[in-house]
């Protein structure tokens, strides 16, 4: 009954790799995001999207790519992944924006 | 642009004294604010929101546009409270807005 799901929860890969992570919500919700948090803990929001359509886009290289299926999952594509991409990354959901849902995040590293 | 910032990396205080995470935040809006908090193998979830002006396991924080502060404070601080703390601020709507955190305070409570 996990209420936000990514997966893989680890991600080991080397540069230059294409790596997707998935993320599913069961909770009903209409708005979904992914962030980024890098190694000093700053949680940064990349992407965010409303009932499949993506509404905000902050500063992030075109390589990063999401896809959201259906209003309960929404994916996370990487191309040509870089050493500097190395981060934790969190999917949330939400009903209102400020109470997000968050997920238990997946750590990637590129070697 | 909007920013928030939490000036201290690390806090550690003994069991029973009390402690006040500091935030502070720039924003030519309303500002709507909040605290999320994330436990040791736990996921990120939502604390308290300012507007609601309640206190959660003993925390509170007040909004001071004057100070353009949201401070978090616990008059007796438990082992439990230990955790990361992000203060957070709403912007874009209730619907579609994004939260924008600071870079986040450990807090250490030790026996």
């Known amino acids: 009954d996990t209420a936000v799901s990514q997966t893989p929860k680890y991600l080991v890969t080397q540069m230059g790799n294409d790596k997707s992570i998935k993320c599913e919500q069961n909770l009903g919700h209409d708005t979904m995001y992914w962030y980024k948090q890098d190694s000093k803990k700053f949680l940064k929001i990349m992407f965010s999207y409303n009932n499949k359509e993506l509404i905000i886009n902050e500063t992030v290289p075109n390589r990063f790519s999401p896809k959201s299926p259906d209003k309960a999952h929404l994916n996370l594509h990487i191309n040509s992944l870089e050493l500097g991409d190395s981060a934790v990354y969190f999917c949330?959901?939400?009903?209102?924006?400020?109470?997000?849902?968050f997920g238990p995040g997946t750590r990637l590293t590129v070697t | 642009a909007q920013r928030v910032t939490q000036p201290e990396k690390l806090l550690s205080v003994f069991k029973g004294a009390p402690v006040e995470l500091k935030c502070n935040y720039s924003?030519?809006?309303?500002?709507?604010l909040f605290w999320y908090v994330q436990y040791s193998r736990q996921r990120l979830q939502l604390l308290l929101r300012h507007i609601s002006r309640e206190s959660i396991k003993g925390f509170t924080a007040d909004l001071n546009k004057g100070e353009t502060s949201f401070h978090l404070k616990k008059p007796f601080a438990q082992e439990e409270d230990s955790a990361m703390y992000y203060c957070a601020l709403v912007t874009g709507g209730t619907s579609y807005g994004k939260l924008t955190f600071g870079q986040g305070t450990i807090l250490t409570v030790h026996p």
């Open positions: 924003y030519s809006g309303s500002p709507e």
């Open positions: 949330a959901s939400s009903l209102v924006a400020y109470e997000q849902y």
